[in-house]
């Protein structure tokens, strides 16, 4: 089999309503996918972070991807960093378009020989993942009631938890937010914040403190997501578990955190990371160290099939006799915020029961792509 064709998309979908977060407002979802073709029939998609998707590929990585056998994924993967690694660009767009090429060389492969793509990387440990809502941003004059509603509608919805932002308002201020989240839940229901990487230590510690009697799940990116010594000083000051990672690519970039355990839990972000191939590799040098892997999930179809398939072979950390979600099992997170893109470009939207994901069963990533909303999604 070879490859014939690359093309990339840059998706856009304007939010009615803007929302915010510690880093500014988001006035529109965006999205970057990549449709790789080959000469036997067979299609793959793939999904990298915006900027990464689109004629970035085709520059760098064409000859390398033109004729080549789509199957042959660590080759290729090994071809394509090295384009990048060279030029300093492996941390930034680079990995992301490697992520994106991977992950439709997958679903190329499972479609070929019949196959899941968890399937293809030894099969499922779980055959439905637990989810967690990520929602509760900030809005326009939303305090306390399209706040506390949007909380109570997931309860309502079954998500067993939820995360909502810190950081883009003063402490105090989104203390209270938070409190009055879980007030609204429960004492039962997992709370989790995310300052975006928002502090320096000292601030993220006097938050943190002032949070541990909400029992917060765990505290993400509380400081610059590639200070190792920050999150040290914030693990070692507060009692809640401290996770990160959405913003690192490759194995290398992760070595330190784990070798230093600057995380209890490591959330890393298949279309960043690179790919499924490489986010293999992280996942299973985290379990290695005692850290759980909770995937970061922002994203398409495309991004939420492979996480799932990523997070269905994930094993418990640590190994036990029944682990459970929050404690030895992943979690993922589910975007709930509003997205044209997620909604609109499969028949069949994603969608949770009682907490949980199914795995996709079809071949590759298991989803159908509507080309034509692609198509009418990347021309606005
Ligand atoms: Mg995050």
Redesign the pocket.
């Known amino acids: 089999m070879r490859i014939t064709s690359i093309e990339g998309f840059n998706l856009s979908s304007p939010l009615e309503r803007p929302f915010g977060w510690s880093n500014g407002w988001i006035p529109a979802r965006v999205v970057d996918l990549v449709k790789i073709e080959t000469d036997e029939g067979i299609t793959g998609w793939g999904e990298g972070y915006v900027g990464a998707g689109g004629s970035f590929v085709k520059q760098h990585f064409g000859d390398v991807l033109i004729d080549a056998d789509p199957r042959n994924r660590n080759l290729l993967w090994q071809q394509m960093f090295a384009r990048v690694y060279n030029g300093n660009n492996a941390g930034g767009f680079g990995c992301s378009a490697i992520s994106a090429v991977d992950i439709a060389l997958w679903d190329i492969a499972g479609k070929a020989a019949g196959l899941s793509v968890s399937d293809l990387l030894g099969g499922r440990i779980r055959d439905k993942v637990a989810v967690y809502a990520t929602g509760l941003y900030y809005t326009e004059g939303e305090f306390p009631t399209r706040l506390l509603d949007e909380a109570a509608m997931y309860v309502e919805l079954g998500f067993k938890g939820m995360k909502t932002k810190v950081g883009g308002l003063p402490i105090a201020e989104d203390v209270r937010r938070v409190a009055a989240i879980r007030d609204v839940i429960g004492d039962d229901l997992r709370l989790m914040v995310?300052a975006?990487q928002a502090y320096p230590a000292a601030a993220a510690i006097r938050i943190g403190r002032q949070l541990e009697d909400l029992d917060i799940t765990w505290f993400?990116?509380p400081v610059n997501a590639k200070d190792v010594d920050a999150y040290l000083q914030v693990k070692s000051a507060i009692s809640m578990p401290v996770a990160g990672g959405?913003n690192l690519r490759t194995r290398y970039e992760f070595k330190d955190f784990f070798a230093r355990r600057a995380y209890d839990i490591v959330?890393p972000d298949v279309i960043n990371a690179g790919g499924i191939t490489e986010m293999r590799n992280i996942a299973m040098s985290a379990n290695a160290n005692g850290i759980l892997v909770n995937p970061?999930v922002w994203g398409s179809p495309v991004m939420i099939a492979a996480s799932l398939h990523l997070a269905a072979t994930i094993p418990p950390c640590p190994p036990a006799y029944d682990p459970r979600p929050y404690e030895q099992e992943p979690v993922m997170e589910f975007d709930r915020t509003p997205s044209g893109i997620r909604e609109g470009i499969t028949a069949e939207p994603f969608d949770q029961q009682d907490g949980y994901l199914a795995v996709p069963t079809g071949a590759g990533l298991g989803i159908d792509i509507d080309e034509d909303a692609v198509r009418r999604l990347a021309s606005g």
Do not use: K
């Open positions: 995310d975006n993400e990116e959405e959330q970061h």
